[in-house]
C-alpha cells in the first residue's frame, strides 16, 4: 500500500494557529506516515516550529523537523539539533535552505554548513553523541540487559525532478543526491512538478545513478491561478501553461478549486501507476484538497471536506 504525507509550516499569527490546529487534528485522522513542519531561513520562525512539533508529538503521528543550515556555525547547528532531539524528534528533513533576502548572490552566504549532506552527516553524528548505544531486556533473564545501537534517526532530503534553480546539469542534481544519500540520508522528498513523467523520469535516472532511497513525489493541489503563479515565482519551475489556462478560464473560484483537483488527482494516480511509493503533499496548512485528493485516488475511505477556500 502506498504511503501517503503531508509538510505544514508554522502559523503566523493567533488566527491561523486556531485553523490550524484544526487542519492539523483531520490530517493526523487519516493516520499519514509522517507530518512534515517548515522552518524558517536563519531559524526565523524556530518557537514557532517547535510549538507545532511538540503539539504533533502528542498525536499518533511521527512529525519530520525540517532543518536549514545557511549562515549556520557548527556551534549554532549543533545546539538546534540537539534541542530537537531533546524534545523527541527522530524525524527529520534536512535542506541547505536559500539565501537571505538581498544577499549578494556573489557573496558566501552559507556560513560553516556548506551543503544538506554535511547537515546530513551532523545531525547523526550528533544523535549517536546524546545516545550512543540504549539496554534492551534479555529473554528469560529479568536483571540482565544487552547493548545494542541507540535510536537512530530518519532524515530525508530535497530532490528535484526539474533540476535545482542553480544547478549546472541534470547530472550535477543527480551526483548531489547520491552524496546525500551516501551521507546518511534515507528518504528523498521532490520539489513541486506539474506531469508526471518529469517524476518518473528523474527517478529512473537517480536510479542509474545509484540512488537507492525512496524518492516520494511532492504534490500540492494548485485551486487558483494566483497560487500557482505564486508557486512559480517561489520554486522557480516552469509554468504549467495548460493547468494555468484551465484555472483562468474555469473564472469562479468552486470551478477552479474543482481543475486544481482533478490535475493533483491526475497527477497523484499517474505517478503510483509508474511506481512512485507513495504520496507527498505540501498543503498550505489547508487540509481540504490534501484529503479529496487522497479519497479520489483511493489512500483514504472518506474527506471531511467542509469548505473549499
Sequence with gaps: MPTFSFEMYPPRSAAAERSLYETVDRLVETEPEFIAVTYGASGSTREASLGLLRHLLTTSVR???????????????????????????????????????????????????KSAGELVQLIHRVQNERAPYSQLDMPGFPQAK???????????????PN?????????????????KEAAGANLALTQLFFHAEEYLEFVVLARAAGVTMRILPGIMPVVSPA????????????????????LVAAETPERQYAVGIAHATALASDVLAGGAPGLHFYTHNKHEAVLDVLNAVGLVSSTPTKEHV
Aim: glycine share 8%; hydrophobic share 40%.
Design 163 to 179: 533540476g535545482h534553480p542553480r544547478s549546472r546539469s541534470v547530472q550535477q542534481d543527480l551526483d548531489t543526491l547520491l552524496a
Design 63 to 113: 512529525p519530520m523537523a525540517h532543518l536549514t543550515c545557511v549562515g549556520w556555525t557548527w556551534e549554532d547547528a549543533t545546539h538546534v539539533i540537539r534541542e530537537f532531539l531533546d524534545v523527541g524528534l527522530t524525524n527529520f528533513l534536512a535542506v541547505r535552505g536559500d539565501p537571505p533576502v538581498g544577499t549578494d548572490p556573489n557573496a558566501d552566504f552559507l556560513g560553516d554548513i
Design 227 to 246: 497560487r500557482l503563479a505564486r508557486m512559480i515565482q517561489l520554486t522557480e519551475e516552469k509554468m504549467p501553461q495548460g493547468l494555468y489556462d484551465r
Design 146 to 160: 544487552r547493548i545494542s545501537r541507540g535510536e537512530q534517526v530518519t532524515i530525508g532530503v530535497a530532490a528535484f
